[in-house]
């Protein structure tokens, strides 16, 4: 099964890996470069060290960092070019790229983690695929959990003949098991595959970050072009 087929009728997501790793490795010194203008991040020389540093941030300071990298507005193209042999197999050349990827730091010992939920509930078209990497390996629990595409609409079904919204039944499962990445792959999913992140005990912060996309060919419905922008990945 190739990875669009395993995406649209398999289990909804896949690991691939980047063909453009250097672009990688740059995003990580431009993280750390917009991260050390951060007066609570000052002379951050390593990604290693500023997940050190991230740990011991309290929530609010972590939010002030995350609103500081706002300025860091090559992250999707750099993203996408990373990935791009991949990108182009999945949604061709021509594509809406999302405008600000997320930057998203979770940090143990904070409640800072992302609850269970799909993509589509956020207005993204049908036809937007989500890509989530790691600025580094992960190979603990701090990284993504996902469901494949069938349990997450068995659940919904169930939900809505219960009359029920996502609530309890979800965030309290036991079946979150967060997937382990090496720094150079990443998981491209679905709108409609659940997942999340639950909390961890290592002291370093996790740095992960998301990136939607989808072909120019299709329509974008809700999330017009404030939120993306066309791109040309070659
Ligand atoms: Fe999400």
Known sequence: MGILEEIVFGKGYIVIQANNIEILEDIQ??????????????????IGDL????????????????????SFSDLSSMLVRAFSDSVMELVGESIYLQRR?????????????????????SGI??????????????DDDSGIWLWDQEKTMKYFQEQGKNKAGAGENVL??????PLKLKFGEAVVFNPFVLHGSIAHQNPLSRIGFSCRFQSRKHPLFIRNSEFYYPYQLQ
């Open 125 to 138: 078209s049908p036809f937007s695929l989500i890509l989530w990497t790691g600025s580094h390996d992960i």
């Open 51 to 70: 997940r050190k540093r991230l740990g011991k941030l309290s929530s609010n300071e972590v939010n002030d960092v995350v609103l500081s990298l706002i």
């Open 29 to 46: 010194d431009q993280l750390i470069g917009f991260a050390s203008d951060h007066k609570k991040l000052e002379e951050v020389l390593s």
């Open 101 to 121: 990827s997320h930057i998203i730091f979770n940090s143990g010992f904070l409640d800072n983690t992302v609850s269970a939920h799909i993509d589509g509930m």
């Open 172 to 177: 309290n499962t036991d079946e979150k098991k």
